[in-house]
């Protein structure tokens, strides 16, 4: 039987009474009275341009650029593998795919029975908790996994559901009407009132939106019905001199069905399908993030009003970005950039400068653990792969930063069919490696080719960069113990017959 709302933050609100052994806790008093409350909040799927702050035109998001103008944005953030599960384990554990073992979704059968993220994997998470922080998670979780280390767990199973949702509150399953946003948004507001006065708190705020299959909110079903989304400049992108792996990417935004009973007939010509479906995509991409924006805004108000502002850090990114019709794909999973890229917003009033724009600095997924926990004051494990953006958000304009990184994909053959790859990416430079059989390279001058539509491997001329590159990407792998053959190895079961499979498993 559905709960109304109101029942069920009632019947959750007994969840409050469930607390960890005090035993357990060993920090001091006096640390836990100044320790810092965290928010960490998380998109799925959204871009790094999909908040006006970030110079969005048709995206208002005044609650989101609240964040950033009151804070920190770094515009160079990115993620170490473009996939929900994955990029979640690692913004957990500070640590690459790998490492953490979560690779893929499990999406494709050799991947089905996965058991996702190790229960006892040591995360920021469980790392304040022991350090006396109250924690909590709302919304998407997708670590298969039961979450642990989390005082208060209120969770949609696997992907969950825009309309009427099912969630599990530690351990118990339960329906709950209304939007998923809106679910998160009052849990979020609950677990505030419930949380205990004694105990800083770490919250994981974390919405559905934007991810597929972009169902509204009612009250913004007909937001943007009159404008006409302009096309991305590589929407007609023929993919010359790029390798067969982009190719065979079952991403085709003319072939997604996911509109076929919202407005796109099957039957019409592929031109015509993929125009519309980039309208739909894009209006109801945008619709689901004003539900998260004004989600974001009542709990930031919530905040004002108990007064924990000012000593609360509130971290705002996404799992990934995602394709909107550039090189006329959907979608993420590639290392191009719209893929790669998130927005990553760091709001703390009591030590993080104002209203700055961060252009120099490329930031990561796996820097968050290692960043929360310096300004929650708990000892960063040198496990970890990331680093404390700390000096950054702080103004320490000389502290040493990394200039290149390494990107990592592995699920294939799978939906989507997108191949293995590895990568490295510089300030300028971009290099992709599909590692196995048969071995494809592609490398763009990002600064001449932003939109990474040159592919310059195999030119002589830059024959010398690629070998830099290649090196670069070595040691990047032996920094963060990456093992795995550099290739090429024989593919076991190659998908690509240009079918989108749709959802995958559960
Ligand atoms: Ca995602």
Redesign the pocket.
Known sequence: MALSRREALKALGALATLRLDPKALAPSRAHRAAAPNIVFIMT??QRHDALSAAGNTILRTPNIDRIASEGVRFADAFVTNA??AP?RATILTGLYSHAHGVITNGGGPQYYNQPGLRTEQTTFVSLLQSAGYHTALIGKWHLRSEPQAFDRWVVFPGQGAYHDPEMIANGVRMKLRGHADDIVGDQGLLFLRDRPRDRPFCLLYQFKSP?RAWMPAERFARTYEDVEIPLPRTFEDKLAGRPEALRRAEMAIADMPDFRDRGVDPSLPPDERKRLNLQHLVKNYYRVLLSVDENVGRLLEALDRDGLAENTIVIYT???GFFLGEHGLFD?RLMYEPSIRVPMLVRFPARVRRGTVDRSHMTLNVDVAPTLLELAGVPVPGWMHGRSMVPILTGQANAPWRDAFLYEYYEYPAEHCVRKHRGVRTARWKLMHFWEHPEEWELYDLANDPDEVNNLAGRREHARTVRELRARMATLREEVGDADPPGPAPVAAPCGNGVNTGYGPP
Do not use: E, Q, V, Y
């Open positions: 799925d799927d996939l929900c990029s991810h996404s799992d990934n993420k």
